[in-house]
């Protein structure tokens, strides 16, 4: 434990920090999910995959997973998409 008030206040904020970053995480995990079993179904659902793709995006902007694998992710999901429409 921080013997001094500014590592006490750090270790509540890196708390917060980090509960918010696996949330986003989370969220864009459900969404692409959501949107890969909309395509095993057969029907791409547009809507779906825009909230996916916007949520996973985000997450490369602010470095919650590198933007390369944002961008490989999102490009995946755009070639499915097109196979089956």
Known sequence: MPNHKSPEKMM???????????SQLTEMKTWRKKFLASLATGAADEELFRKAQSLIARAGRKSLIPRGRADRIISRMMKKRDAIS
């Open 12 to 22: 509540r904020r890196d708390a917060i920090v980090r509960m918010r970053n696996r």
